[in-house]
């Protein structure tokens, strides 16, 4: 883009000695580069700092694709062109590179340029100064004619669809806008229809009062003034809650005609027939916990009023909700999601171009994780038949794919009349120039992730940040990877620094992130393991000694492949010796400005006789060989020496011919992140454990604290779901449930709620077990169900089960039928005799579809 808004031109360009022009870049014999930014083949992020023009350049992708909307009164103010002499006045500039990505394109190419084309060839269009279209084949081509009407051009180019950030999905959505034959209720708002209703029924049966309240009348009937500013955006909610329930749902428009009808004509019955199957097909087709990570048993659904569906939420503790008593952040993400889910790719099978301004604006810090996970599903489905592109602006870290960094794209605005510029190397510096645009270091933002990695510098943060995301685009399965997305590398800047920064962390709150360290194995390394062994501040050990990992230790048992007569004790030693051959001669000549020539005296066999002489640390070993050969002002620093060897990775995915050393120097990492991310999602099933702890100690401390003495049978009954509403999504937490599930059976929870709990001593003893449910089941399974602290016996004239196979039929809460069976588990190889441990497991019957489901 050129002269358009906060772009002006590119003067960085314009006077770099190694720049050269282009034809399409000439006005009036001067050269006016372009600004250019590349974006990413799938999701690319653009940030900046305010003002610093990234919604121009989103209206600039659509301009250069459309040519629509381009006109004099968005050219650049600050431009010497922008004038009002006649003949002098233009309007902005757009181009484009695009590239022949298959067969369609080839026979679409032809019929538009008139020569032929093939997979992979690329050409430019320009839109100078608001005119027709130019075509160029090369850089050294002149203009080629377009030969092909606009609708043909129109049709080989991307298509364009925006995301509106802005549109939340309505809280509710009246029948009428459902229903075409519907009637437009009097008065659109229900407070208005709630007050003509109450006159109505004062004044039926008076005449006189009905003509004296008559007049007040009109005015609530007539449209309401202050909401014709509001209707257009009204209209567009109610669109997109057509498209969730048409379109994503697939519900047939008959049915929202026969339940106005039936809700009219009072049949409550099929009102609430239809109302289960819409929600039923809502939740079918939505499948919205797999994209809403906060809550996986939420619900969206609906609620039937007598002039509008209500849209209601359902959450894991079995409430329903309104939108108004949820945050904005639920509303807004559902409407992307909705925009996304109904959104039909085109017919011709065009490949398309998502624009997406400011989604963070009203997402949490999760929420807005979750929608980058359904970006990047919209560029790169799991199914693979298309390959789409996405490109969005943010202000937010938690809208940037750590994993991902060659994708970030930054501006910033200029001094005077420079305008916006795209700043260079955004990725290969670690996302350094991010400081300014979002106001704080992204790595900085130490302990909002989840899980926390503990590291010793920046040069640790920078190589496994850069080689877990290099890992990762070549195809390692994320298990054995850091999702930079949910892991926070941590640099301390010292090993003596990582005790304290882990307390900090760790040491003073009830909500304890999950922590790992990673030391080097010298003597800072060694000490501060000590100290995490030892304790923090207050001598108080605050991470297990299982969660400290030194580099030494764990490669002792690594099949490694590393350079002769290093000893592994750090992270840099697991490179190869030509990839730090390589980085060493690329940080001479980027670092220090060094020539080619002059940066290729540093050679392997430099390193290695370093090696020799001293043998131990690789990076000690480039140091001094680096010094030695490029000369004595000659230093590198551990951090520049990390970037570039990430740079080498990355390139060697480009490269027909990558460097030797690659991928020896893959394997290394791949075995040390493979080991970390085991040790982190050890960390974190552990720090769920103790959640899961707390929170049971907590609910039953506080009831055996308040009725020590007997109570109502609803009290139990409140107390269960208590704590089941307090459970997460795991094994541990199905155990509890199917305790709670007997508990309610066997105290007769469920009848007669005014009564006393029979038995309540029992009672109380059972309520206790509860919290070692998981230490209980794994126990000796000769002992009975009373020793082990579960349940009662069953019901008398009610089979026991005791082989495997062997099951019972009990009453589970709702009053219906459902099994309990016992199944072996595998053998137990550490228990003396392979002793096997049998495991109850819930089976529902059909009609028990809505309580919990149960696992091993």
């Not at 694709?65 to 968005?74: A, P």
């Not at 963070?360 to 970006?375: E, P, T, Y």
């Not at 990725?427 to 933002?445: D, I, M």
């Not at 060989?625 to 480009?654: D, M, N, P, W, Y």
Request: hydrophobic share 40%; glycine share 6%.
């Amino acid at each position: 883009m050129r002269f358009y808004k906060s772009f002006n031109f590119d003067y960085e360009r314009k006077f770099a000695a190694a720049s050269r022009a282009a034809p399409w870049e000439m006005v009036d014999a001067a050269w006016y580069p372009y600004v250019r930014l590349d974006l990413d083949r799938s999701v690319t992020t653009i940030v900046g700092a305010n003002e610093s023009g990234k919604s121009h350049l989103l209206d600039s992708i659509e301009k250069t694709i459309t040519g629509e909307r381009i006109s004099r009164s968005d050219f650049c103010r600050y431009s010497q062109f922008f004038s009002v002499t006649e003949g002098e006045r233009r309007s902005p500039d757009f181009g484009g590179e695009f590239e022949i990505a298959d067969r369609r394109d080839v026979e679409l190419a032809k019929t538009i340029l008139g020569t032929e084309t093939h997979i992979g060839d690329r050409f430019h269009l320009f839109r100078p100064n608001g005119g027709n279209p130019l075509l160029y084949r090369s850089l050294d081509d002149s203009p080629m004619e377009i030969i092909a009407a606009p609708a043909d051009l129109a049709a080989m180019l991307p298509n364009v669809f925006r995301l509106d950030a802005n549109l939340p999905l309505p809280a509710s959505i009246p029948l009428y806008a459902l229903t075409p034959g519907v009637q437009r209720p009097s008065g659109s708002r229900r407070s208005r229809r709630n007050i003509i209703d109450q006159v109505l029924a004062r004044t039926w049966s008076n005449a006189q009062e009905w003509q004296v309240a008559a007049p007040g009348l009109f005015p609530l009937v007539a449209a309401d003034p202050g909401e014709n500013g509001k209707a257009a955006r009204l209209e567009r909610q109610y669109r997109l809650g057509r498209d969730l329930l048409f379109r994503v749902a697939r519900i047939e428009a008959s049915a929202f005609v026969d339940l106005a009808e039936a809700i009219a004509d009072e049949r409550e019955g099929y009102v609430n027939g239809i109302i289960q199957k819409i929600n039923a097909a809502l939740a079918t087709n939505l499948n919205f916990p797999r994209w809403w990570a906060q809550d996986r048993e939420f619900q969206l659904m609906v609620s039937p009023r007598e002039h509008e569906l209500v849209f209601t939420i359902r959450d894991r503790t079995g409430t329903d909700y309104s939108f108004a008593e949820r945050s904005n952040g639920l509303k807004y993400f559902l409407s992307y999601y909705v925009q996304l889910l109904a959104h039909s790719a085109p017919a011709t099978g065009q490949q398309e171009i998502l624009l997406m301004d400011e989604p963070d604006a009203f997402l949490s810090s999760q929420g807005q994780q979750d929608l980058l996970r359904i970006l990047e599903e919209f560029a790169l489905p799991e199914h693979g038949h298309r390959h789409d592109q996405v490109v969005y602006v943010t202000h937010s870290p938690f809208l940037i794919n750590r994993n991902a960094a060659h994708r970030i794209r930054v501006l910033d605005k200029g001094v005077t009349d420079e305008g916006t510029r795209v700043v260079k190397d955004a990725a290969r510096n670690h996302y350094e120039p991010l400081r300014s645009s979002l106001g704080a270091f992204v790595a900085e933002t130490s302990f909002i992730g989840g899980s926390n990695l503990f590291v010793e510098g920046l040069a640790d943060q920078v190589l496994l940040a850069g080689v877990s995301a290099h890992l990762l685009a070549r195809g390692t399965p994320r298990s054995d990877a850091l999702d930079l997305n949910t892991v926070t590398i941590v640099p301390a800047g010292s090993a003596s620094s990582v005790p304290y920064l882990v307390y900090l962390a760790r040491g003073r709150d009830v909500v304890r992130p999950p922590c790992v360290v990673l030391l080097d194995s010298d003597r800072s390394g060694d000490d501060a393991a000590k100290s995490l062994r030892r304790g923090g501040p207050r001598n108080k050990q605050i991470l297990a000694p299982e969660f400290v990992i030194q580099v030494g230790a764990w490669a002792a048992g690594a099949e490694l492949s590393v350079a002769e007569l290093v000893s592994v004790a750090e992270p840099e030693d697991l490179i190869a010796l030509p990839v730090a051959a390589t980085a060493a001669r690329n940080y001479a000549s980027r670092a220090l400005g060094l020539s080619r020539e002059e940066a290729a005296l540093l050679t392997e066999l430099d390193i290695a006789v370093k090696l020799k002489d001293k043998p131990g640390p690789l990076f000690d070993a480039v140091a001094s060989a680096f010094t030695q050969q490029l000369g004595e002002g000659c230093h590198i620093e551990k951090v520049g020496f990390a970037k570039e060897v990430i740079a080498v990775l990355t390139a060697s995915r480009f490269s027909d011919a990558p460097e030797p050393g690659i991928d020896d120097t893959e394997s290394n990492f791949a075995l040390l992140l493979a080991y970390i991310s085991q040790v982190m999602r050890r960390a974190n099933r552990q720090e769920e454990d103790r959640r899961l702890e707390d929170r049971l100690n907590r609910t039953i401390k506080g009831f055996l604290s308040d009725y020590p003495s007997v109570t109502t049978r609803e009290r139990g009954r409140l107390l269960v779901e208590e704590i089941l509403a307090s459970l997460d999504d795991s094994s541990d937490g199905d155990r509890v449930k199917l305790a709670c599930v007997r508990l309610r059976r066997e105290f007769s929870l469920d009848e007669d709620l005014t009564k006393p709990i029979d038995r309540y001593d029992e009672f109380l003893e059972h309520v206790r077990a509860l919290k070692y449910s998981e230490r209980l089941a794994l126990q000796d399974p000769e002992r009975s169900d009373s020793d082990r602290g579960q349940a009662a016996p069953t019901r008398a004239g009610a089979a026991e089960p005791d082989t495997p196979g062997d099951s019972v039929q009990e009453l589970n809460p709702a009053g219906d039928r459902s099994e309990i069976v016992v199944t072996p588990s595998l053998t137990d190889s550490t228990q003396p005799g392979g002793t096997t441990d049998p495991r109850v497991v819930k089976k529902q019957s059909a009609e028990d579809a809505g309580q919990p489901s149960l696992s091993p």
